[in-house]
C-alpha cells in the first residue's frame, strides 16, 4: 500500500541528511531554535506566523546546505552551463514545495504537530512571490523546478522586483491596485550576498581612442548604480541537486554622485541616492505591451548587465579562451525581454576582452537561443531616441550587428528594398526603433514556438521572412507544467490517490506513467475514492468562495471555472454572455424542466492590466451579472456566480483541484499556448476550449470524446473576419443570432445597471463599432452546445468520472519535466549533472 511507498521513498530521501538531519526530533530542535534566535520568540508562546518563519528557517539552512554541495560540485565538474534569462518569475509559495522536494514533509508536519501546531495551517501563512504577470512568468517557474529536479547545470537570473504583481482589490465590482508589500515581512528563501554586487552603468558619452595602434570605441558612462545578487535556492525532487535563481536588486553605488558630497550638497545627494533604488522597484503589470518607457528600459539593462557581468566572471575563472564559451555556456532569452543581453554580450566582448568583431558575433551567434511566448505580431520595440541617450554605445553595437545583418541578406535576397525593410533589426519611421524579436531571431541559434500550432503562426505569419532564411532555427517546445507543483503540493489527496493505484510515487519524477491510471479504468473502487477527493477539494473551495465572497454554493452543482489573465482575446466575456443566457433559459423554464437542470457555480478570476479598460469592465460585469443572479431567489443553487479576487498561484493552487470543468476560450489563433489548461487537466477537470495553443495537443492526447471542444478553427478564424468585415456597411441584425442579441441588449439596455459604463464594452461586439475582432458572435452557438455537452455528461457521473480519469492519464505528455528534457537535448546541449549523496 501506501505507506509502503512512502517508506521507501523517505528511505531514499533519509540518504540525502547532510550535516542537518532531517528526523522529526532535530527538525522539532532547529524549530525552536529559529523561533529563539531568528524569529526572536519565546519558544513557549509563538503564534502560527512566527511558526511559520521558524519552520522556513529550518528548511532554508536545508537548502543552503544542498545548494553549496550542489554548487561545489558544479565547480568541480565544469559542465556546460544553462543561464535561463527571464525578467519574470511567478514562484508563489516555497515551504510546501521545498519541503516536498527537499522528502521531509511527513517529519516537518510531525515536529509541528508535537509543538500544537498544523502543517497546513502553518503553510498557509506564507505570502506569495509574484514578480510576474501570468503565464510567462509561472512558466518560467515550473521549468526552474524542472531543471533542478532533471539534475540540470543551470541557473536562474531575473529581478528582485520590491514590489511584484499589484494586488486586485475589488471595490462595488471595479478593481482597484494595491501595492504588494512581499517583502515587508521578511523573506526566508533569499539569501542576500552583499559581496556580489556589479556596477551598472546608464548614459554618458561615446568615445574614440586608439590602442595598439588601432581604433577602439570606449563607452564614458554618466550614471552607476550598483546590482546585489539575492540568491533563491531551488531544490530539485528526488535529487541533492538545488540549484539558484539569482534575483538583482538596485543599490546605490558608494561613487554615486561624489562631486555632490565634495561640493557640500549632502541631503540633496542622499535624496537622489534614492533613485537608483527605483529601478528594481516595481513588477510592470501589463503582460503584453512594453512599449517605450525608459524605466522599463534601464530595468532591461539593469538585468542583462549584472547578469552577463556575473556570467562572465564566472567562465573566466574556469576558462582562458573565448572560443570555449559556446561549449561551456547556454543562454537563453525568455522572450524578447532580455535581448539586450546580445548588443552587451557583443560590448563586452569587443570593447573590453579586443576579441574583434567577426569572431565576437561568431561567438555571440553560437550562445544564445529564444523562446517567444506570443500570437501578437506587432513585437516589443524600443526606441533610438531612447537607446540614444541611455545607452549609446547599445545603440552604435545594434546599428552594426544591423548593417552586417543586412549585407549578408542583400547578398542571399538581392536588392529587394520592401523584403530588407521587413527583416531589418531597425525600423525606420515616425518613431525609429528597434525591433527586438528580430534582434533576438537574427542572433539566436534557436528560435522556439510554445505548441505546435504556434510554431506553425511563426513560420507562415508572425516571422514568415526569417524562417524562408533560416528554417533550420524554428522549433517548438510545448509549454509544460510542473506535477510537482500542480498535483503534489496542490492536491495532496489525488497524489495519495494515484500513488496508491499505480503502486509507486515514480510518477512525482516521470509523469509519462500516469498513463498507468487506464488499467483502472473500470473498477468501482477506484471510481468511489476518485469522486472522494474531487469532492473534499470542492468543499475546500467552497469554504473560501464562501468566507471571500459571502456565497453559499452547494456542493452538487457543477464547479464551472475561467481562472488567467482578463483579456479580450481570452473572451471572459463569451463566457459573462453564456451565464446570462444560461439565467435566461432557468428563467423561462417550467418547474418539471428546472428539476433536470444541472446546477452550476460560475467561477471567474484574473487581474485586469490597470490600464487596460475594457478588461476592467469585463471584471465590473461579471459582478454585476453575479449581484443580479445571486439575488434571484427564484434561481437559487442552479446558478451562482463568483468572482474571485486577487487570483494568484496560491489561489489557483486552492481553485485548480476543486474544478469540476475549467474554460479556455481564446479566439483561435491566439493563445500561444495556455499552461492553465494543463494544470487542470492534471487535476481532473475537464475542459470545454477551442483548439486554440496547447489545447490542440491535449485533444491529440486524450481524444476529442474527452473534453468539451468549440468554436472556429484557426483556418476559419481569417474567413469569418472578412465575412463579418464584408456585412459591415448595412447592419445586419439578422446575421447575429437571436440568443446572443439578446443578451448582448441586456446588457445594454441597463438590465444589469450601469449601461453607459457598459457602452463601450458592448460595442467592442457590435458592427459598426469595435465588429467583434475576436468573433463572440459567430462562436457563440457553438459554444452554447459544448456547454450543454458538459452539462449532459456530468448528469452521467460514471461517464464523468471516466473522462475525468483519462484526462489525468494523458496528462504526462504536459509535464514541464518533458518540456526541459526537449530543451537540455535539442537547444541548450546540456547534460544532467547529479550531485552525489
Ligand atoms: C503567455 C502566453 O499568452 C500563453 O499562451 C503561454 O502559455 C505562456 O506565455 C507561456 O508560454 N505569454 C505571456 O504571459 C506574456 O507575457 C508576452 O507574453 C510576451
Redesign the pocket.
Known amino acids: 500500500g501506501l505507506g509502503e511507498h512512502r517508506a521507501k521513498a523517505e528511505r531514499m530521501f533519509s540518504l540525502m541528511d547532510g550535516f542537518l538531519k532531517n528526523d522529526p526530533i532535530s527538525l522539532q530542535k532547529d524549530i525552536l531554535h529559529h523561533v529563539e534566535y531568528t524569529v526572536a520568540r519565546s519558544r513557549f508562546s509563538f503564534d502560527d506566523f512566527e511558526a511559520y518563519q521558524a519552520l522556513a528557517h529550518t528548511v532554508r539552512d536545508r537548502l543552503i546546505e544542498r545548494w553549496h554541495d550542489t554548487h561545489i560540485y558544479f565547480k568541480r565538474t565544469k559542465p556546460k552551463r544553462l543561464y535561463f534569462l527571464s525578467l519574470e518569475f511567478l514562484m508563489g509559495r516555497s515551504l510546501s514545495n521545498s519541503v516536498i522536494n527537499l522528502g521531509i514533509e511527513d517529519q516537518c508536519a510531525e515536529a509541528l504537530n508535537q509543538l500544537g501546531f498544523e502543517f497546513e495551517v502553518v503553510a498557509e501563512q506564507e505570502g506569495d512571490a509574484a514578480l510576474g504577470?501570468?503565464?510567462?512568468?509561472r512558466?518560467s517557474a515550473c521549468q526552474m523546478d524542472s531543471l533542478a529536479t532533471l539534475d540540470y547545470p543551470a541557473w536562474g537570473y531575473g529581478l528582485r522586483y520590491e514590489y511584484g504583481l499589484f494586488r486586485q482589490i475589488i471595490v462595488d465590482g471595479f478593481q482597484h491596485e494595491k501595492p504588494d508589500y512581499w517583502l515587508n515581512f521578511g523573506n526566508p528563501w533569499e539569501i542576500e550576498r552583499i559581496h556580489v554586487t556589479y556596477e551598472v552603468k546608464f548614459y554618458g558619452t561615446v568615445e574614440e581612442v586608439e590602442m595598439n595602434g588601432e581604433k577602439q570605441k570606449v563607452w564614458i558612462p554618466g550614471e552607476t548604480v550598483e546590482a546585489v545578487a539575492y540568491d533563491n535556492p531551488i531544490p530539485g525532487y528526488g535529487t541533492r541537486n538545488t540549484i539558484n535563481l539569482r534575483l538583482w536588486a538596485a543599490k546605490p553605488s558608494s561613487k554615486f554622485d561624489l562631486e555632490a558630497y565634495n561640493t557640500g550638497d549632502y541631503i540633496n545627494s542622499v535624496v537622489n541616492r534614492q533613485n537608483a533604488e527605483t529601478i528594481s522597484n516595481v513588477l510592470y503589470p501589463d503582460?503584453?505591451s512594453h512599449q517605450g518607457k525608459e524605466l522599463r528600459l534601464k530595468q532591461q539593462y539593469f538585468f542583462v548587465s549584472a547578469s552577463l557581468q556575473d556570467i562572465m566572471r564566472r567562465f573566466k575563472e574556469e576558462h582562458t579562451n573565448f572560443d570555449e564559451l559556446p561549449e561551456k555556456v547556454a543562454l537563453h532569452l525568455n522572450?524578447t525581454h532580455p535581448s539586450l543581453s546580445i548588443a552587451e554580450v557583443m560590448r563586452m566582448l569587443v570593447d573590453e576582452e579586443h576579441l574583434g568583431w567577426h569572431k565576437a558575433w561568431d561567438i555571440v551567434c553560437k550562445i544564445f537561443s529564444f523562446t517567444t511566448?506570443?500570437m501578437v505580431t506587432d513585437g516589443e520595440k524600443i526606441p533610438v531616441e531612447l537607446l540614444e541617450n541611455l545607452l549609446p554605445r547599445h545603440l552604435e553595437i545594434l546599428y552594426e550587428i544591423n548593417f552586417n545583418f543586412l549585407e549578408e541578406m542583400k547578398k542571399r535576397i538581392g536588392l529587394d528594398y520592401s523584403r530588407l525593410a521587413l527583416l531589418s533589426i531597425v525600423e525606420e519611421g515616425a518613431m525609429k526603433s528597434i525591433r527586438m524579436a528580430n534582434l533576438a531571431i537574427v542572433c539566436s541559434h534557436t528560435v522556439n514556438g510554445?505548441s505546435k500550432l504556434h510554431l506553425e503562426k511563426l513560420k507562415t505569419k508572425t516571422f514568415k521572412d526569417f524562417y524562408g532564411l533560416y528554417p533550420e532555427k524554428f522549433q517548438c517546445k510545448t509549454?509544460g507544467v510542473s506535477q510537482r507543483r500542480w498535483i503534489v503540493v496542490s492536491n495532496p489527496g489525488l497524489r495519495d490517490l494515484i500513488s496508491k493505484w499505480l503502486g509507486t510515487e515514480a510518477w512525482i519524477r516521470d509523469a509519462d506513467l500516469l498513463s498507468g491510471l487506464r488499467d483502472h479504468l473500470d473498477n468501482a473502487d477506484f471510481h468511489l475514492e476518485w469522486k472522494m477527493v474531487k469532492k473534499v477539494n470542492k468543499m475546500r473551495l467552497a469554504e473560501y468562495i464562501e468566507a471571500m465572497s459571502g456565497v453559499k454554493v452547494s456542493l452538487d452543482a457543477m464547479f464551472d471555472v475561467q481562472v488567467k489573465r482578463i483579456h479580450e482575446y481570452k473572451r471572459q466575456l463569451l463566457n459573462i454572455f453564456g451565464i446570462i443566457h444560461r439565467y435566461n433559459c432557468l428563467k423561462n423554464m417550467d418547474k418539471d424542466s428546472r428539476r433536470k437542470v444541472v446546477p452550476r457555480v460560475c467561477i471567474i478570476g484574473g487581474k485586469a492590466a490597470p490600464g487596460y479598460e475594457i478588461a476592467k469592465k469585463i471584471i465590473k460585469l461579471c459582478h454585476a451579472v453575479a449581484e443580479k443572479i445571486n439575488n434571484d431567489t427564484d434561481i437559487g443553487d442552479l446558478l451562482k456566480v463568483v468572482f474571485i479576487p486577487d487570483y494568484n498561484v496560491s489561489v489557483a493552487e486552492l481553485v485548480i483541484p476543486g474544478a469540476d470543468l475549467s474554460q479556455h476560450l481564446s479566439t483561435a489563433g491566439n493563445?500561444?499556448?495556455?499552461?492553465g489548461n494543463m494544470k487542470f487537466l492534471m487535476n481532473g477537470c475537464l475542459l470545454l476550449a477551442t483548439a486554440d495553443?496547447s489545447t490542440v495537443e491535449i485533444i491529440e492526447e486524450i481524444g476529442e470524446d474527452n473534453l468539451f471542444v468549440f468554436g472556429a478553427k484557426v483556418h476559419e478564424v481569417e474567413k469569418r473576419r472578412q465575412k463579418r468585415l464584408s456585412n459591415l456597411a448595412p447592419l445586419q441584425p439578422a446575421k447575429v443570432p437571436l440568443h446572443f442579441a439578446r443578451v448582448l441588449r441586456m446588457v445594454r439596455d441597463g438590465y444589469f445597471g450601469h449601461n453607459d459604463y457598459f457602452k463601450s464594452l458592448c460595442e467592442t461586439v457590435e458592427f459598426g463599432f469595435g465588429n467583434d475582432y475576436y468573433l463572440l458572435t459567430s462562436d457563440f452557438g457553438s459554444y452554447l452546445e459544448a456547454q450543454a455537452a458538459a452539462d449532459k455528461a456530468f448528469v452521467n457521473q460514471d461517464k464523468w468520472t471516466r473522462m475525468s480519469i483519462l484526462s489525468v492519464a494523458g496528462s504526462g505528455r504536459f509535464s514541464s519535466d518533458r518540456t526541459i528534457q526537449d530543451y537540455a537535448e535539442s537547444t541548450w546541449k546540456i547534460s544532467p549533472c547529479r550531485c552525489p549523496l
Open positions: 504577470n501570468g503565464g510567462l512568468a512558466l503582460d503584453r522572450d511566448h506570443t510554445v509549454n493563445e500561444a499556448s495556455g499552461t495553443g
